[in-house]
T-cell receptor, first 113, second 111 residues
């Protein structure tokens, strides 16, 4: 059974600081996703990582994937208050044509002024 | 492009009652998924439709849950009879290709 572990689960940061969220998964996978969720809203897709060594950046967020270590990271650079949200990683493993997602528990990020 | 729409956004029902959740996927998306997040736990897969066919329903908790997708468009998820442990947020997602688009979810509270 595929397991996805995300840490930390809670992260309180000051504006301007850097931090990293980690996502470990237990078996080989086909795709890794990062999502952001604001309270009461849908999950917003941030990144899709497909291959070993993949790195993607959008604004202050950068995601990377190491398939050998079964590890993805989401790095936050110079945090701002607007980044406060819950961040999820999710791993997709194919079963025929079904790419269902297995999620981590999420990281609740609070960026303080 | 309209997103994935879920209705209702909130539902409070008594134990033993029936509730039906609805999901309207993005037009043209063949794949439709239901997920659930119970308080404090991970978002978990419930089932997957390809058009009107159930591709994988391995995540459905028990036979009190019934999902349908008539005509391959919108989908409904019925819980009958609801139990306290069914409380949580039910998400729908649709996809065509790599990306998944999620709805805002239905928060179900069973009292």
């Amino acid at each position: 059974e595929l397991k996805v572990e995300q840490n930390p689960l809670f992260l309180s940061m000051q504006e301007g600081k850097n931090y990293t969220i980690y996502c470990n998964y237990s078996t080989t996978s086909d795709r890794l996703y990062w999502y952001r969720q604001d309270p009461g809203k849908s999950l917003e897709s941030l990144f899709v990582l497909l291959s070993n060594g993949a790195v993607k950046q959008e604004g202050r967020l950068m995601a990377s994937l190491d398939t050998k270590a079964r590890l993805s990271t989401l790095h936050i650079t110079a945090a701002v208050h607007d980044l406060s949200a819950t961040y999820f990683c999710a791993v997709a493993k194919s079963g025929g044509s079904n790419y269902k997602l297995t999620f981590g528990k999420g990281t609740l990020l609070t960026v303080n002024p | 492009e309209a997103g994935v729409t879920q209705f209702p956004s909130h539902s409070v029902i008594e134990k033993g009652q029936t509730v039906t959740l609805r999901c309207d996927p993005i037009s043209g998306h063949d794949n439709l998924y239901w997920y659930r997040r119970v308080m404090g736990k991970e978002i978990k897969f419930l089932l997957h439709f390809v058009k009107e066919s159930k591709q994988d329903e391995s995540g459905m908790p028990n036979n009190r849950f019934l999902a349908e997708r008539t005509g391959g468009t919108y989908s409904t998820l019925k819980v009958q009879p609801a139990e306290l442990e069914d409380s949580g947020v039910y998400f729908c997602a649709s996809s065509q290709g790599l990306g998944y688009t999620f709805g805002s979810g239905t928060r179900l509270t069973v009292v």
